[in-house]
């Protein structure tokens, strides 16, 4: 399993993204090996904003379609991730680390997940999650 931030769903959905080529071939090494790719809610909120600011409709709905396929698995947050995501939002301040990132870490750490899929290097490899000493980013 890998739990997906918005990064790279908005870049491989744009071929003029700087990330479009490495996104998309990482989805489908990731898709060949039948590996779930889990979308915490609030990254599937905020993915649906910014297709639809970026592309439009058309952009939002092609996405809404592939959470409805299966192709990418929505995770809905627990009273426990949010108290997590609260913590989380605090203690990176400086980042600053949003809701929509922090819950990413939230969902991997009560899942174990270790592999996150990003381009927000930055992020990801500052947070230091409970269940291991860090995550792999993909695409690396």
């Given at each position: 399993m890998?739990v997906?931030?918005?990064?790279?769903?908005?870049?491989a959905?744009?071929?003029?993204?700087k990330?479009?080529?490495?996104?998309?071939?990482?989805?489908m090494?990731?898709?060949v090996?039948?590996r779930?790719?889990?979308?915490?809610?609030?990254?599937?909120?905020e993915?649906?904003?910014?297709l639809?600011?970026?592309?439009?409709s058309?952009?939002?709905?092609?996405?809404l379609?592939?959470?409805e396929s299966?192709?990418f698995?929505?995770?809905?947050?627990?009273e426990?991730d949010?108290?997590r995501?609260?913590v989380?939002?605090?203690?990176?301040?400086?980042?600053?680390?949003?809701?929509?990132?922090?819950?990413?870490?939230?969902v991997a750490e009560?899942?174990?997940?270790?592999?996150?899929?990003t381009?927000?290097?930055?992020?990801?490899?500052v947070v230091?999650?409970?269940?291991?000493?860090a995550?792999t980013?993909?695409?690396?």
């Amino acid at each position: 399993m890998i739990v997906v931030d918005t990064g790279p769903i908005v870049a491989a959905t744009f071929q003029d993204d700087k990330n479009h080529q490495r996104c998309v071939q990482a989805f489908m090494r990731l898709r060949v090996a039948k590996r779930p790719l889990l979308v915490p809610s609030f990254v599937a909120g905020e993915s649906c904003y910014m297709l639809g600011k970026l592309g439009g409709s058309k952009a939002e709905a092609a996405f809404l379609r592939l959470l409805e396929s299966g192709w990418f698995r929505i995770v809905d947050l627990t009273e426990s991730d949010l108290a997590r995501i609260a913590v989380l939002v605090e203690r990176y301040h400086d980042l600053p680390l949003g809701a929509a990132d922090a819950s990413v870490v939230a969902v991997a750490e009560r899942m174990r997940v270790t592999e996150v899929a990003t381009v927000d290097v930055r992020h990801f490899s500052v947070v230091r999650p409970v269940h291991t000493h860090a995550f792999t980013l993909i695409p690396a």
